[in-house]
Every structure is written in structure tokens, then in C-alpha cells.
């Protein structure tokens, strides 16, 4: 679960830890940004970006570091979701150096950064928020398309949820969806660490 740590009150945190308990580890407690705010003047909404000294990155990023230690300890996983799905090579270059293990994003990592030997970026290759149809009908029918084509690639298939834009109808696709895992034997969900331990990148 991607977590923006300016937003963990302690309110927050026991309504939190009353839905999903800590011990729980496919929850993957990770770093969503800091603040989760538009700090970007031109195009695209982003937290991070190539506009924002270095220093302040690190800043940010280290006071999310803090806060995700404080609430979740070591049930805090390496992982740096950007807010918006945006991350330049700046931002990427400080991720590694305070000694994240990946991102998560919809997107590919730039072309123009190396990652170091153990950076990876846990994809998301399914988006169950953001779906253009009205018709709840072919939303399904697009929905179940989309997952059958990447299942079929024998990869993990990494599937966003968000928050506050979850729909009946994305609760009861997800319900749907959790309950053919648990009756298909070839379907395993695995927790970030062990994704982390794997060979899979992308």
C-alpha cells in the first residue's frame, strides 16, 4: 500500500491500522511521495521534477523516510511510489542513493538512467480507477481483455487501486477478481519483498 507520510496523523494511523493490520505482510507498506502536492509550474501534475533542486528532493523524500519509519518500522518496504506516476532521472538518482530498492509506476524508468544492479521498478500494468467508459458492461469486458493478455505472459501483473476513486463496481470486480485467484492454482500473490527478492524486472 503506497502511503503519502505527510497524511499519517495519529487519527489516520488507527483508523488505518483498524482496516489493515500492520502484521499483514501483502500490504507492503511503501513511500507515496511526501506531501502529494502539484509542484510542477508547466504540463503534467508532479511532486518530483526536473524544476526542484536536488536538496530539497532529498529533504522531502528524507522526512518521508522518517515518518514511514516512525508508523510502520520495519514493516516499511524500500519502495517509492511518485505521486502521478512521474518520476524524472533526478529523483531516481536520489532514490538510490538514500538506498530505495524500487519504484512503482505505471510507466518505464527513462532511458537515460541506469539503475544500479538491484533497482528495479515494480510496474503497474493494470489500472483499475481511471477506466474511460461509462458503460460498466464493457468497463468489465475491457477490464478482464486486459488482464487475460498480460496474465498470459507468465510475469507478474502488478494492478493499481486508489483510494478515494474506487467505485461499487471496483470493489465488486476486485471481490471477483480476488476470489478466481483463490480458486486458480496457477494465480500466487506475492507480497513487494518478494518481488524484490526475485528476478523479475521490468
Known amino acids: ?12 494511523t488507527e ?11 501483502l500490504w507492503g507498506w511503501h513511500q507515496h511521495g511526501w506531501r502529494h502536492v502539484n509542484l510542477q509550474r508547466t504540463g503534467g501534475k508532479s511532486e518530483f521534477s526536473e524544476e526542484r533542486p536536488i536538496e530539497k528532493q532529498w529533504r522531502d523524500i528524507t522526512r518521508g523516510i522518517r515518518k514511514m519509519t516512525e508508523v510502520f518500522g520495519n514493516r516499511s518496504v524500500p519502495v517509492f511510489t511518485p505521486p502521478w506516476n512521474r518520476v524524472p532521472t533526478s529523483t531516481l538518482k536520489v532514490l538510490q542513493e538514500l538506498n530505495f530498492k524500487a519504484v512503482s509506476m505505471t510507466g518505464f524508468l527513462p ?13 503497474i500494468q493494470l489500472d483499475l480507477h481511471t477506466r474511460k467508459s461509462r458503460d460498466g458492461h464493457t468497463d468489465f469486458l475491457n477490464l478482464l481483455d486486459e488482464l487475460s493478455a498480460f496474465m498470459s505472459k507468465r510475469e507478474p501483473v502488478g494492478i493499481m487501486l486508489h483510494h478515494h476513486r474506487m467505485t461499487p463496481f471496483a470493489f465488486e470486480f476486485l471481490d471477483e477478481l480476488l476470489s478466481l485467484f483463490r480458486h ?11 518481488l524484490l527478492e526475485s528476478e523479475y524486472q521490468e
Do not use: Y
Not at 500500500?1 to 489516520?12: D, E, G, Q, S
Not at 532511458?111 to 544500479?116: L, S
Not at 486458480?184 to 518478494?194: D, G, H, I, T, V
Open 15 to 25: 483508523q488505518l491500522f483498524d482496516a489493515a493490520p500492520l502484521e499483514e505482510p
Open 184 to 194: 486458480q492454482a496457477q494465480a500466487q500473490c506475492l507480497s513487494f519483498e518478494e
Open 1 to 12: 500500500m503506497a502511503v503519502v507520510p505527510a497524511w499519517l496523523t495519529a487519527a489516520r
Open 111 to 123: 532511458r537515460i538512467f541506469k539503475p544500479g544492479p538491484h533497482f528495479k521498478n515494480l510496474r
